[in-house]
């Protein structure tokens, strides 16, 4: 121990000499470990990490395929109706229990506790849900079967939420908590990290299947006054269960299978000959479904080239300290001359390592921790990305490695003149085998070729980002701000009653030009798809084409408010109403699909299976309407205030100046007409398309910064490894300026060096980018993996940093006196 405390002083006296080069090793460290640590966090958060719940290798998810006709469904592979979660939880035996869950909206719903309305995301649970899936919680009590049978007005907090909103108030077990108007009771509190079972959705409470119009799954409103429990053709519920003990999922499968089948024709009539039967899966509920394949081949691009910035930074300071090292060759040689063992310099050496990459792993860890929280928001994915003890164990692997690596690689350079060095007079001379060592010219090209491939895969998503950011999205955008309600409204009457009272209160607030509401948000990527009859029939569709039609209700001066130019007839107007002819406003494709040559005007559409015939009064021009990415297919509109049902609608603004400044007296005027209600999901129009590619934008900012990371990190390793070299070779670079060497060729002489090096790894690298390219192909649009513009940047951003990484060392070579670099020994 003592002899160890003695090389710990002596390593922090070396690094005391030389502040400099221990600050610049430590943050490329940091760097490179936290970059690597952050991404890798993400990665077990997402892909790696079971679900929060006990024994998760038992619990299952039960998957339908093949719903019957008839039937409504939001997920034909995922949901069920009520009456088949019913048949299967009173089937014993191959799962106990079987649970339901499903949204109380698409979004998130309006709440209240106190005076002040907000907005939550919400989900129904049966009553066996916290038990089933051996969920503790915090404080209080979970839901009981009594509670799902008796539709208790009960509510259990998430951790998460119980911290942001009641800032874990004990006393708020008990109180009232208000959802869409309905006083419901707290009496729990989730266990910490423990946010739902289902991937992109993080629910701040639960309350138990309720059977109130106002709490309907999805935020639907009740057709005809049923919700999903009384309609059996509405697949809605998500199930889970837990397999019993012994029984395997393809046991659970085969006892299940009948009794589903049965359930599942429940109110939708027999099967019609022909139709598939439909069938019950049972899939691992290990994992959040859904991940892999939205975040799986992007983290794991990511991942590859983190790990070549981890490579880039290791390679950096093994080479710093490899040339650090070469000037201590007489100090190595004089210990093994006094009787040092080769054990006693790698310990020593070992010791030094170990402290730099404990300090650069602290950063690491810092910055690491920051970076998910900023990735954790940029990318919307609902799990903690918080590092865990898996994260934590990567993170020390890495060090350890790192700490060995470091310890292992000046080695050769500390043995490889052995004692007789000592005895040479000349520092030069003993460093001259050091400074012409063809292992830090390789590391050098290898780093060069890692920075090209990096650059080459940053700059084709970069591409990507600016192709998909000046789509032209049909409409002006700048100006527009948009949110939902959901009035609590129980009557057809009263909902338009309320839209028009809401109408006119935004148009009277300061500073708002145009107003309109819609029902499907615009750049929300939702959408109504159905076939539409136009007079009285299908259209035919040449060449095989879709007769798919996507429609959306809409407010008065739709069109005139988003800036969607109309190209024959008019907007909606306030004096389209319940009482006057039902019309509709279709875009061009539709007219170019389904009425070719034709005057569209006076034509009459009407949904499949509808009765609810409406004039076509406008085409308008083809937008975006889901995502910014998508191609035109045909639209209609129908008037809100026409329609046979109401029920969340989505409010769009238009304003002069911060379309977002706007939102305090929109929502002061929404609650004069109720105080339960909350704006919901406030944004501008232009915020709302870029969350359709919020991905891509995540994914191209990260690979930007990883090849600019990788830029300074070359940059930084090339300058000190250069740095060093010219210090070794004073001596020799005074006597050839002695002996008539001209001052230009010295300068050549260090640029050369640099300037090969490069050209070798720009050669090696543009080949290799060339698979990279390939396998980003279905992550890019409007830019192909051969861009040459990508290649070329990279080649050039590489020559430039490799350039000015060497003028310095270069100049100072070029203006060496050749009497004090003579006398300097």
């Known amino acids: 121990m003592s002899v160890l405390f003695y090389d710990l002083c002596y390593a922090l006296r070396q690094i005391r000499k030389t502040p400099g080069f221990a600050l610049v090793c430590i943050l490329t460290l940091a760097l490179g470990i936290g970059a690597n640590t952050a991404v890798f966090s993400v990665m077990n958060a997402v892909l790696l990490r079971s679900l929060p719940v006990a024994d998760p290798s038992r619990v299952v998810y039960l998957r339908p395929s093949n719903p019957p006709r008839n039937t409504g469904t939001i997920d034909t592979e995922e949901t069920v109706s009520y009456p088949v979660y019913d048949a299967l939880r009173r089937t014993s035996g191959a799962i106990s229990p079987v649970m339901a869950y499903v949204p109380l909206s698409s979004g998130k719903v309006a709440v209240r506790y106190g005076a002040q309305p907000e907005e939550a995301e919400g989900e129904m649970v049966s009553g066996t849900f916290f038990s089933g899936l051996g969920i503790s919680l915090t404080r209080g009590r979970g839901f009981t079967q009594q509670d799902e049978d008796s539709h208790a007005p009960l509510a259990v907090l998430s951790y998460n939420y119980w911290t942001r909103r009641f800032a874990r108030d004990p006393e708020v077990l008990g109180k009232t908590f208000y959802v869409n108007g309905v006083p419901l009771t707290i009496v729990g509190i989730a266990s910490e990290g423990f946010e739902g079972v289902e991937s992109g959705r993080s629910a701040d409470f639960w309350i138990p299947l309720q059977s109130r119009q106002e709490l309907n799954a999805y935020g639907n409103p009740p057709e005809n006054g049923h919700t999903y429990i009384n309609d059996p053709t509405w697949w809605c519920l998500r199930l889970i269960g837990r397999l019993a003990p012994g029984v395997s999922r393809t046991q659970a499968t085969a006892q299940l299978q009948s009794v589903f089948q049965t359930a599942a024709y429940f109110g939708a009539g027999n099967p019609q000959p022909g139709e598939h039967r439909p069938t019950l899966n049972l899939s691992e509920a290990k994992s959040f479904p859904g991940y892999e394949s939205m975040y799986g081949e992007p983290l794991r691009m990511l991942m590859a080239m983190v790990g070549l910035v981890l490579l880039i930074a290791l390679s950096n300071v093994a080479m710093l300290l490899m040339a650090r090292n070469s000037t201590r060759v007489r100090e190595f040689s004089l210990r093994l001359a006094l009787g040092a063992k080769r054990g006693d310099l790698f310990r020593q050496l070992l010791t030094e390592s170990f402290l730099l990459v404990s300090t650069g792993g602290l950063l690491a860890w810092l910055f690491a921790s920051s970076a998910t929280r900023a990735l954790a928001a940029w990318s919307h994915i609902e799990s903690s990305l918080a590092p865990d003890a898996t994260v934590l164990a990567f993170t020390l692997s890495v060090l350890v ?18 004692p007789a060095q000592a005895l040479k007079t000349s520092s030069s001379t003993a460093n001259t085998d050091a400074g012409k060592s063809r292992m830090g010219r390789i590391v050098v090209a290898v780093q060069m070729t890692f920075c090209v491939v990096l650059l080459v895969g940053g700059g084709l998503l970069v591409r990507t980002l600016q192709n998909l950011q000046n789509i032209p999205l049909g409409l002006k955008v700048d100006g527009l701000v948009v949110f939902g309600i959901k009035p609590n409204t129980q009557t057809l009457e009263q909902s338009r009653v309320f839209y028009l009272q809401l109408l006119d209160k935004m148009r009277a607030l300061p500073g708002v030009q145009n107003v309109t509401i819609m029902e499907e948000r615009l750049g929300s990527g939702w959408s109504d798809n159905s076939a539409m009859k136009v007079d009285g029939k299908l259209p035919d569709v040449p060449n095989g084409g879709s007769s798919t039609v996507r429609s959306n209700v809409s407010g008065p001066d739709f069109f005139t408010t988003l800036g969607i130019p109309v190209l024959f007839g008019r907007d909606f107007s306030s004096s389209d109403t319940a009482t006057s002819p039902h019309v509709a406003i279709i875009n061009e494709e539709f007219a170019r699909r389904f009425l070719p040559g034709q005057n569209p005007l006076g034509h009459i559409v009407s949904p499949d299976g509808f009765d609810f015939p409406m004039t076509i009064v406008g085409v308008v021009k083809n937008h975006k309407y889901r995502s910014i990415d998508e191609t035109p297919i045909p639209m209609a509109w129908a008037m809100y205030a026409q329609i046979p049902v109401l029920g969340e609608m989505q409010v769009e603004l238009r304003v002069h100046g911060d379309p977002l400044a706007i939102l305090p007296s929109a929502g002061k005027a929404v609650r004069q007409l109720d105080p339960n209600l909350p704006l919901i999901e406030p944004i501008t129009q232009r915020a709302q ?44 670079i005074g006597v050839r300026l002695a002996v008539g060497a001209q001052r230009g060729q010295v300068l050549w002489m260090v640029l050369r060096d640099s300037l090969v090096l490069t050209a070798i790894g720009v050669a090696a690298g543009l080949p290799l980018a060339l698979f990279v390219g390939k396998a980003l192909k279905s992550a890019l649009y409007g830019v192909t ?41």
């Open 689 to 732: 398309y870029d969350t359709t590619i919020a991905h891509q934008l995540l994914f191209a900012r990260l690979a930007g910064f990883f090849g600019l990371l990788a830029v300074v990190l070359i940059a930084t390793g090339l300058y000190g490894t250069l740095s060093y070299r010219v210090n070794n070779r004073t001596v020799e």
């Open 785 to 825: 993996p051969l861009d040459s513009i990508s290649y070329l940047s990279a080649a050039v951003i590489v020559t430039m940093v490799a350039m000015a990484a060497s003028i310095i060392p270069a100049r100072r070579a070029a203006t060496v006196d050749p009497l004090k670099a003579l006398r300097s020994e």
């Open 401 to 418: 490695l790192a700490a060995l690596f470091f310890g292992l690689a000046p080695l050769r350079v500390a043995l490889s003149a052995g």
